[in-house]
């Protein structure tokens, strides 16, 4: 093949994905599948490998390609973008080693060794690379899905959009914190509040031609999907940054020691306030890979990593007015009302007042002048009272004895405390509360739960005005031809709203386990009854076939878990709720990870301090082996493995029911592993 000809046809496929672009970016139609586009696109790239002589400024190694449509396209992250625990002493650092030490069963003492990252305040995105060359940048989303804001992520010069080196895996998503440097903010401080904004916002420019006006940089610190990546542990990693040319914090240390961890971070937050960017904390990450993957995760965040947040920004205002919120679980939460105050960049006009004790602890009323904190993320409160400044006429707050739906509140008895709550609540009636069904709603459209896009707090409450929606299943059988007449709506929004909470009539059992809002049941818990149940009718039928206490068998289920279950199924409404949702939903049956594991239809029960191997990670690799564990001894059961100093009951238990007692060789053994 003679040079000409191979220029020919170079340009005739780039001239296909101009096309291509053109119809998919500014027409919203493509007129290919992802597979013939994606493909078109390696062959463009594996031609400019080949021969050096080509190039185009179209080519999707140089070119950004067509304006974005006004809506970004969505896409799954190949592994999930996680979010952090918080850390804000010494004590949490101390609790969060302690918990990685047990549960890798290592001696108490033991020395881990972290990558300590001072935390950027900006905007994550992940940056696929394919063969050297970045191919899509995604924003962090709800974490498993973000938006593809590839064609302003390429107008960042501090992103490479070819990478040469030879040790490059073959595939990659580096991910990174997108910012602004407060110097460069000066000039913006007119259009936005903070620097984290102004990122955000310049991210979400329709036209990146608008985006790449902005001063935006990008700093690298982790990895998602990879497949070619050598490197044994984090700190390596991010020297390999480097030398690929993505630049990254010049703060990042490897430190050993809690104590070491802790003067760090004194050095940092001493220094913060000179610094060009702004930062929150320090992300704190066990250092080597391996330990990672053995330690994984718990339910949105992993266990070998810890956000240590900086101290927080305080501010003193007036409150203006006490307001009762009431949650979806029926709690009475008082709020203030203050004059608006910046705090940290960010405007604040409510903070908490936690609970009808604290406000009389701290003899908060109406019209005092008091000191807000703002905590990283953490909901602004109300630290303090001045009252030099209190007038003469002010009066105690007295907190309601009702619910503004009219029900008489309650304080809850604790039996292990042996004290009531602090919480006052509405008994939950589920949705006769008018308050507490109005919560529900947004928790079941939540990001964890539905996740229905363009479907948030504020048109729960909007459309709970209009009665439109009050109880889940309405939202399956909304009016659009109302909807589309509202004030700011229109057909096209009214149709977006319908393909949005259509395509979500599909949901995993763990989601709308959690979805339904019972109280004690997070995301970790509703993952456990749907590995338990299996599937919806399992679930649904549970009041049918009343074995609410086979439930305690569940590791990690507990007697407060099992009375707010029994609670809810208790609830003539709820059993109609879940009927009628069953009618309108797909929901899939429970993921199992591994059906032909080796210990397939087994259970297994832990007694006594094992050897080497903490009670989490056994338990991991017994769910890893399609297993199961169980946290009473019951005819159920079908191995007892007991270690050093066994609950004696528990061995007497099970040779009564004839269940076989194993140590943790035998169990080893059953995995052919060794100890």
């Known amino acids: 093949m003679n040079k000409k000809k191979i220029k020919t046809d170079y340009q005739k496929k780039i001239n296909q994905l101009t096309k291509f672009n053109k119809f998919y970016f500014d027409r919203s139609k493509p007129v290919v599948s992802d597979k013939e586009y994606d493909d078109l696109k390696k062959e463009i790239l594996l031609l400019e490998n080949k021969y050096t002589f080509l190039n185009s400024k179209y080519s999707p190694s140089q070119a950004v390609g067509h304006k974005p449509s006004k809506n970004f396209k969505k896409s799954s992250h190949r592994v999930p973008m996680l979010s952090l625990s918080n850390a804000f002493s010494e004590a949490d650092l101390k609790n969060f080693e302690k918990k990685i030490i047990n549960f890798l ?28 060359v970045f191919e899509k940048g995604l924003s962090r989303g709800d974490g498993k899905e973000g938006e593809d804001i590839t064609r302003n992520l390429f107008t960042i010069k ?68 990879e497949k070619g990546l050598e490197v044994d542990n984090q700190f390596d990693y991010l020297k390999k940054l480097s030398s690929w040319g993505f630049k990254t914090n010049p703060l990042n240390k490897l430190i050993s020691g809690v104590k070491n961890l802790i003067q760090n971070y004194d050095d940092i937050e001493k220094t913060r306030a000179n610094l060009d960017f702004d930062i929150d904390g320090i992300v704190y990450k066990v250092n080597d890979f391996d330990l990672q993957k053995r330690l994984g995760s ?75 904190e703002r905590a990283g993320d953490v909901i602004p409160h ?12 002010s009066n105690k707050f007295v907190f309601p004895k009702k619910c503004p739906c009219g029900y008489e509140t309650i304080k809850e008895f604790n039996k292990i405390t042996k004290k009531y709550d602090a919480v006052r609540r509405c008994p939950d009636r589920s949705f006769e509360c008018n308050r507490i069904a109005k919560e529900k709603l947004k928790h079941f459209v939540s990001k964890e739960a539905f996740n229905i896009d363009g479907f948030g707090k504020k048109i729960v409450e909007k459309f709970w005005e209009l009665n439109l929606i009050k109880l889940p299943q309405d939202i399956f059988k909304l009016d659009y031809g109302k909807i589309e007449n509202l ?54 039928n549970l009041p049918k076939e009343n074995n609410y206490n086979d439930l305690l068998n569940i590791d990690g289920i507990g007697e407060t878990q099992l009375v707010s279950i029994k609670n809810f199924f208790s609830k003539e409404i709820n059993l109609k709720i879940l009927s009628e949702l069953d009618k309108v939903l ?27 191997i903490s009670r989490a990670e056994v338990k991991s690799l017994i769910e890893e082996n399609s297993g199961t564990t169980v946290s009473s001894v019951s005819k159920k059961l079908n191995y007892l493995i007991s270690g050093e100093k066994p609950t004696k009951k528990k061995i007497e238990s099970a040779k009564a029911l004839k269940i076989k007692v194993i140590d943790q060789d035998e169990f080893l053994k059953m995995l052919n592993k060794t100890s």
Do not use: C
């Not at 033991?110 to 690379?129: Q, R």
């Not at 395509?503 to 004690?520: A, M, P, T, V």
């Not at 049956?589 to 094992?610: D, P, Q």
């Open 487 to 540: 004030d700011g709506w229109g057909r096209l929004s009214a149709d977006n709203l319908r393909y949005s909470v259509d395509k979500k009539k599909q949901i995993s059992l763990e989601r709308f386990i959690y979805s339904l809002g019972i109280r004690h049941i997070g995301l970790e818990n509703a993952k456990l009854l749907s590995r338990y149940f299996g599937s919806f009718q399992k679930f649904k």
């Open 105 to 132: 069963s290592k001696k108490e003492g033991s020395e881990i060794s972290y990558s300590a990252e001072p935390k950027i305040d900006g905007i994550s995105a992940s940056l696929t690379y394919i063969n050297g």
């Open 158 to 225: 501090d992103i490479p959009k070819k990478i040469l080196s030879k040790n490059f895996p073959e595939e990659i998503d580096i991910r990174g914190e997108v910012f602004i440097q407060n110097s460069d903010f000066e000039n913006l401080k007119d259009k936005f509040a903070n620097p984290r904004n102004a990122a955000s916002g310049s991210l979400r420019q329709k036209n990146p031609e608008d985006t790449k006006k902005i001063p935006l940089k990008f700093i690298a610190y982790t990895f998602g999907f």
């Open 382 to 393: 109300v630290v303090s009272v001045d009252t030099s400044k209190r007038k003469k006429t």
């Open 298 to 372: 718990v339910a949105n965040a992993p266990r070998w990593a810890v956000a240590h947040k900086f101290s927080s920004n305080k501010a003193v205002s007036e409150i203006k007015d006490i307001e009762i919120q009431i949650g979806r679980t029926g709690a009475l939460t008082p709020v203030a009302k203050i004059k608006p105050i910046n705090i940290g960049g960010v405007q604040v006009s409510n903070a908490t007042l936690h609970n009808e004790d604290e406000i009389i602890r701290k003899d908060i009323r109406i019209g005092d002048t008091v000191t807000v």
């Open 586 to 612: 797909n929901i899939k049956n429970a993921k199992v990870v591994n059906t032909r594991g080796l210990l397939k239809n087994k259970s297994f029960m832990i007694t006594g301090k094992l050897n080497n």
